[in-house]
């Protein structure tokens, strides 16, 4: 049997905040409910986002909407605008699929690399995120919020990098960060959430029994469960986009 090798669990083990908004401050108010707008297509295609039209529509002063558009710009939810400003950045629905592909294959080939090589995934990486997705469920589930997306990232990220190649996981990390925007839409209802938290600790679990293949088969449900979900909430935007619907 080949020796494992001595690991530490990586940064991204760490639990982000998932409330980047919590201070209540006016800025945060506007990010947070312009990031949901956007999200849900509430903007018409190709349509300046008017820091005053949308300062009267949340209620704040154009300062704190020119804040949470520099934000949201740094996240890719909004683009700049011909005639200046910025427009809604629109979904391409077939490149999303492709990258659920690309993430698929790197993450099965993390479940079962160490397998491969006569190793297992190594414990002082898996046994702390078990420990951290084993409290969350033990907790009251965290309110609907985008942000979980980083959350989730991090089981994902951790997990692969318990098969011990870096390389594999830097990609899964790219490919993570260009699909971040549509994966928001996965986390915009509280039941999807408590589903995301269970099946983690459910899969963690599998890896650490050494079940890699129910651990494979988990994942695989898992991830099609995420795509379908985002892939149905990502149409309806577009369509509401399309048809130039406002919030009411």
Do not use: C
Request: no cysteine.
């Amino acid at each position: 049997m080949a020796p494992s090798r001595a690991r530490t669990a990586p940064p991204a083990a760490v639990v982000p905040a998932i409330d980047a908004g919590a201070d209540g401050s006016r800025g945060d108010l506007a990010y947070r409910e312009l990031k949901t707008r956007l999200l849900t297509g509430e903007f018409a295609i190709n349509v300046r986002l008017g820091e005053e039209r949308l300062a009267a529509m949340i209620g704040v002063s154009r300062t704190p909407i020119r804040e949470a558009l520099k934000r949201l710009h740094s996240e890719g939810l909004v683009t700049t605008h011909a005639d200046g400003g910025y427009r809604p950045v629109v979904p391409d629905v077939t490149v999303m699929r492709h990258l659920y592909e690309v993430r698929a294959g790197l993450e099965l080939q993390a479940l079962q690399r160490p397998g491969r090589l006569g190793i297992r995934h190594d414990p002082a990486i898996i046994e702390p995120l078990r420990d951290t997705w084993r409290a969350l469920a033990q907790e009251p589930t965290p309110a609907p919020d985008p942000s979980f997306v980083l959350l989730d990232e991090s089981f994902h990220i951790t997990l692969a990098s318990a098969a011990a190649n870096d390389v594999a996981v830097d990609f899964l990390r790219q490919v993570n960060e260009r699909i971040r925007l549509v994966r928001m839409h996965d986390f915009l209802l509280q039941p999807r959430i408590e589903a995301t938290i269970a099946e983690h600790l459910n899969l963690v679990e599998l890896v650490l029994a050494g079940d890699i293949v129910g651990a494979e088969a988990a994942f695989t449900q898992h991830l099609g469960d995420s795509m379908a979900v985002v892939e149905q909430r990502v149409q309806g935007a577009l369509l509401r986009m399309l048809s130039g619907a406002e919030a009411t």
